[in-house]
Nanobody, 125 residues
Framework: QVQLVESGGGLVQAGASLRLSCAAS????????MGWFRQAPGKEREFVAS????????YYADSVKGRFTISRDNAKNVLYLQLNSLKPEDTAVYYC??????????????????WGQGTQVTVSS
């Protein structure tokens, strides 16, 4: 059974940092592009960042560029998202996702095959 399990969320003050992790099991994800998405209450899910197989390619939403960093450790089958300089508008449930067998980074959630259950990030002002 394929599983993606996020962790690392929490309640922090504006300006703080968090590191989210996404542990994959049930298959090897080192041939999958992966991404992070988020969904705030009452809003649609939005793209945050994506990364290629090797990690050499990354792409970010403008709203997080320069503050968030996506990375991966294929040996451990783990995806990361470092969140720095957090703002109240970053409050959302954060989801990791994988594109099975593709190295192309995409920003549309419909193009991802596997999803985690999400981890809550709350940033207070």
């Amino acid at each position: 059974q394929v599983q993606l399990v996020e962790s690392g969320g929490g309640l922090v003050q504006a300006g703080a940092s968090l590191r989210l992790s996404c542990a994959a099991s049930g298959r090897t994800f080192n041939r999958d592009a992966m991404g992070w998405f988020r969904q705030a209450p009452g809003k649609e899910r939005e793209f945050v960042a994506s990364i290629s197989w090797s990690g050499s390619g990354t792409y970010y939403a403008d709203s997080v560029k320069g503050r968030f960093t996506i990375s991966r450790d294929n040996a451990k089958n783990v995806l990361y998202l470092q969140l720095n300089s957090l703002k109240p508008e970053d409050t959302a449930v954060y989801y990791c996702a994988a594109r099975a067998g593709s190295n192309y980074m995409r920003t549309q959630g419909a193009e991802y095959d596997y999803w985690g259950q999400g981890t809550q990030v709350t940033v207070s002002s």
